[in-house]
């Protein structure tokens, strides 16, 4: 009888203990196809934000987008996204969700949430509160957080209508860089709600701020470039307006020089005729003042001489017509022009003697070089002074070197070379008496570029002479080969020669 009670006993025992068992299975069964069903939500919602995050939208598009998401995807409730102005330090531009409630309910109530704006040294302002301090924050009632924005009447319809029991704010801030805030309103009381849902929410508010913050670099990214933009066309209509206003100053220095040349040239000429064909006794006094008068023409044709040819050079306007010839010999042609200038101030010009060869250049342009650079070397170089013109090859291209005993160039003063209207200070004196325009280094370094040379100039400084070089291609059978490729001629128009070089 005993054995009897007790295999019942047993019995009982196992059945009690298997509809336990059973209902534990069942209850975590079903505890985790709601983690799990939770679980899918979040990751569909995920991929509905990535969506999102391909588009190209503004930034209000996109909160509007992403609070839609929450309701619709998570359909954890209504939710509400505000960002942060730095210099105006408030919230703003806040979106929420449009749920058929809400939409209703912001209708009922004249509700726009996208005008509110919450300063963030609201010190009572749950939102203001959650971003400065870094951390999430749970609310009751609407009051807390809207306040003045919307009444407390207004805030209890709304929550009402919501069935909003508890509210969530989680502060967006991505690597200490606050973006704004996420709110949620949940239909749950505080007890009832599970660590999986407060998790899922949080990545949700994590993955918002991500999603913001490089929204915001892809606005301003897109704004850099549409500066760009409109950077660039500006520079390009400012780059056509200059060449405009170069063309128009081309034509105004060509103009102006001709009409300056033609009554210059006329006062020359009568001015030299009284000074030295005169049919009248003229005194000294008298003389002393024509003298002046004709040295003082002579330069201004000079200048008008020299800007013409920077004109014609600057705009395209001379052609280069390249040929083989000997250098050596074109420099003793120019030394026999300017020997006579040498005489006067007793300057002995040496040559080398050596024999080299041949360049690819334009000879009439190398002549212009050559007395601009010699004509430089006469007159900043005293009386007795040497002049040696050599000669250097290196089998590619031969360097021509006017070497002087002149007045020299100080440091400071190099950079300036090669500069329109590059005369220097330390050298005016002797600039002034001998009437430079400023114009002729310029114009030769233009010059030997065209022709596809060098040009550079050594001294070792003030009253230790200088010396200028130049270097052009040699007329080997390659070079001579691609000889239209040495060829300048004009854009469009006839070519224009270059005005002479006056020593």
């Known amino acids: 009888m005993q054995i009897t009670y007790l295999l019942g006993f047993l019995l009982i025992f196992v059945i009690i203990l298997v509809i336990l068992l059973g209902f534990y299975v069942y209850r975590e069964r079903k505890r985790y196809q709601q983690s799990l069903g939770r679980s899918e939500r979040l990751l569909k919602s995920i991929r509905s934000v990535y969506k999102i995050i391909l588009e190209d939208l503004s930034v209000d598009k996109l909160l509007q987008k992403i609070v839609d998401n929450l309701f619709s995807e998570l ?85 009402e209508g919501l069935g909003i029991k508890t509210i969530l704010i989680y502060p967006l801030i991505i690597k200490l860089k606050k973006i704004g805030v996420f709110m949620i309103g949940l239909n749950k009381n505080p007890e009832q709600l599970i660590p999986q849902e407060l998790d899922i929410l949080a990545d949700f508010a994590e993955l918002t701020a991500l999603v913001i913050d490089n929204s915001n670099l892809l606005g301003e990214l897109r704004n850099s470039r549409q500066s760009y933009a409109q950077m660039t066309q500006t520079i390009y209509s400012m780059n056509a307006k200059l060449h405009q206003l170069d063309k128009l100053k081309d034509d105004f220095v060509s103009v102006a020089s001709h009409e300056l040349r033609t009554p210059m040239t006329s006062i020359r000429s009568y001015a030299w005729m009284a000074l030295y064909r005169s049919d009248v006794t003229l005194s000294e006094k008298l003389k002393r003042y024509l003298t002046r008068t004709l040295t003082s023409t002579e330069r201004l044709i000079n200048l008008v001489n020299d800007m013409l040819n920077v004109s014609r050079i600057e705009s395209g306007r001379i052609e280069i017509i390249p040929r083989a010839f000997d250098i050596k010999q074109l420099v003793d042609d120019v030394v026999a022009e300017v020997a006579p200038k040498a005489s006067e101030k007793k300057i002995n010009i040496k040559i080398d003697p050596n024999e080299v060869s041949q360049i690819i250049a334009d000879p009439d342009k190398i002549h212009q070089v050559l007395l601009n650079l010699i004509g430089n070397s006469l007159k900043f170089t005293p009386e007795s002074g040497i002049i040696e013109i050599s000669f250097f090859s290196d089998g590619k291209s031969v360097e021509t070197k006017v070497k002087d005993s002149g007045v020299g160039i100080a440091k400071e003063d190099m950079q300036r070379l090669f500069q329109k209207f590059g005369r220097l200070d330390n050298t005016y004196v002797a600039a002034a008496t001998t009437g430079g325009t400023g114009l002729g280094l310029y114009i030769s370094k233009s010059l030997i570029e065209l022709m596809k040379g060098k040009i550079w100039a050594n001294s070792e400084g003030l009253g230790k002479g200088a010396e200028f070089i130049f270097s052009l291609p040699v007329a080997t059978k390659e070079a001579l080969a691609e000889l239209a490729n040495y060829q300048i001629k004009p854009a469009k128009g006839e070519a224009k020669g270059l005005e002479p070089v006056a020593i």
Do not use: W
């Open 75 to 159: 359909k954890m409730g209504n939710g509400f996204i505000g960002v942060i102005d730095e210099e105006e330090k408030i919230l703003h531009k806040f979106s929420v969700s449009n749920s058929p409630e809400m939409l209703l309910l912001k209708q009922k109530l004249n509700i726009r949430f996208e005008s509110l704006e919450i300063p963030l040294d609201q010190g009572n302002n749950p939102m203001a509160n959650s971003l400065n301090e870094g951390r999430s924050l749970r609310v009751d009632n609407f009051s807390q957080i809207f306040s003045p924005f919307i009444n407390s009447n207004q805030a209890r319809v709304l929550q």
